[in-house]
């Protein structure tokens, strides 16, 4: 099973950018699908994006389409979440997953997800 640990969460102002890094170890990356979800504190996790094992096939949340874009790099076994045009609602702990299932109605289904990274918490002040 794979290994997930992100990086590249921090504080921005509105409007802002932050490119959240998630990088795997420990299988065979280019087997999973990969997806990026979000918890605010006090809320339910949500799902972001996702991004199929061949990266040709992304999805994205109704909320976050046409600011945030999903990509992955096999050979270096990397997924990253570039989010533009921050708002103080993007503020929480993100998450990237990996599941061995592709398409719908899998990509956004969390339960599907078998591998967890800890998480990186993103602050978007107002």
């Known amino acids: 099973q794979v290994q997930l640990v992100e990086s590249g969460g921090g504080l921005v102002q509105t409007g802002g950018s932050l490119t959240l890094s998630c990088a795997a170890s420990?299988?065979?990356?280019?087997?999973?699908?990969m997806g990026w979800f979000r918890q605010g504190q006090g809320k339910v996790r949500e799902w972001v994006a996702a991004?199929?094992?061949?990266?040709?096939?992304?999805y994205y949340a109704d909320s976050v389409k046409g600011r945030f874009t999903i990509t992955r790099d096999n050979a270096k076994m990397m997924v990253y979440l570039q989010m533009n045009s921050l708002k103080p609602e993007d503020t929480a702990v993100y998450s990237c997953?990996?599941?061995?299932?592709?398409?719908?109605?899998?990509?956004?289904?969390?339960?599907?997800?078998?591998?967890w990274g800890q998480g990186t918490q993103v602050t978007v002040s107002s």
């Open positions: 997953a990996a599941t061995i299932f592709e398409g719908e109605p899998y990509y956004k289904l969390d339960h599907y997800f078998g591998s």
């Open positions: 420990g299988g065979t990356f280019s087997g999973y699908a």
């Open positions: 991004i199929s094992r061949s990266g040709l096939r992304t």
